[in-house]
């Protein structure tokens, strides 16, 4: 159920002569949380977080405090969403068995990332182990250059045999990470394709 607390004299809920209907959302571990605030009020619902599906305590908790308002969905100017959930997920090793690609000759990229340390003179540090065990990380012949520009086209059957080896290791999710995509992802996207369709 709602609970509507009054509004702190801090927090200003206008932007310009409108007053906005705001909703924030923020899935935790446990509880879901929920807050709406409407003209001079802030509504507020907590629910137990549906882990197999967390999109529907936020719904729970969005139409309990609109109900609250007699406010419905389309009244809402402004949605906010934050989540613990993938920062749980990594620090507790629990996500989907995954996989990565990425560009031949980058397969512990991962491990070797910047090559920085918590303690540069320490060389006994133990880093973290990477999400991805070495043995789901694979590589293709592709390569783009700082510019976009295709330097070595992509090989599709490297990736068809790759997509196979998924399937035997029965792989749930999988990362595609090439160099210089942020340029262009027409590799990565290419990938993504053929993964999807083997």
């Known amino acids: ?10 927090i200003a809920l206008t932007n310009g002569p409108k007053p906005q209907t705001r909703v924030s959302t923020d899935i935790g571990g446990t509880f879901t949380d929920v807050v709406l605030a409407f003209n001079d009020r802030l509504v507020t619902s907590k629910m137990l977080t549906t882990t197999d599906a967390p999109e529907l305590a936020v719904i729970d908790g969005v139409r309990s405090v609109l109900a609250d308002t007699g406010l419905g969905f389309a009244d809402i100017d402004v949605f906010l969403h934050g989540t613990t959930l993938a920062t749980n997920a990594i620090i507790e090793r629990k996500g989907a068995h995954t996989a990565l690609i990425t560009t031949e000759g980058f397969r512990d990229i991962l491990e070797i990332a910047d090559e920085s340390r918590y303690d540069q003179y320490d060389v006994f540090i133990t880093k973290p182990e990477p999400l991805v065990p070495r043995a789901l990380r694979f590589t293709v012949p592709e390569r783009m250059d700082v510019n976009g520009d295709i330097a ?3 090989d599709e059957a490297a990736v068809s045999a790759v997509a196979h080896a ?8 999988v990362a595609v990470v090439f160099l210089h995509s942020y340029v262009n992802p ?7 394709a053929i993964v999807r369709e083997i």
């Open 166 to 173: 998924l399937n035997r290791a029965k792989v749930e999710a």
């Open 152 to 154: 070595l086209a992509l």
């Open 186 to 192: 027409s590799h990565e996207q290419r990938v993504g």
């Open 1 to 10: 159920m709602a609970r509507c607390v009054p509004k702190p004299e801090s």
